[in-house]
């Protein structure tokens, strides 16, 4: 869940695990540290259809999710960073 700064700017002010509650570290504006941001758009023939959903999850809660997985997810290692 992400909160945002009232006034001109908006800038991010909270960031908090909808999973485990923890609140995440945001220093002006900026993120601090990795959060998985996830959104779900619902359409025809689905039992939310209309409806958007958007949550974020900590790394260890991140991880406890994927740990979970039928099917790994793939990964490959990147050689440069862009920030969310």
Known sequence: ?????DGQE????EVVCNK???TLRVE???LKEFCFAGEAVFGY???KDGVS???D???????EMAAQFAVPAEEQ??????GC
């Open 20 to 22: 485990c509650g923890r």
């Open 45 to 47: 023939f689905s039992r």
């Open 77 to 82: 290692e990147i050689q440069e960073f862009f």
């Open 57 to 63: 999850l900590c790394e260890d809660c991140y991880e």
């Open 1 to 5: 869940m992400r909160r945002y700064g």
């Open 10 to 13: 908006k800038k991010l002010a």
């Open 53 to 55: 959903q958007h949550f």
């Open 28 to 30: 002006n504006g900026y």
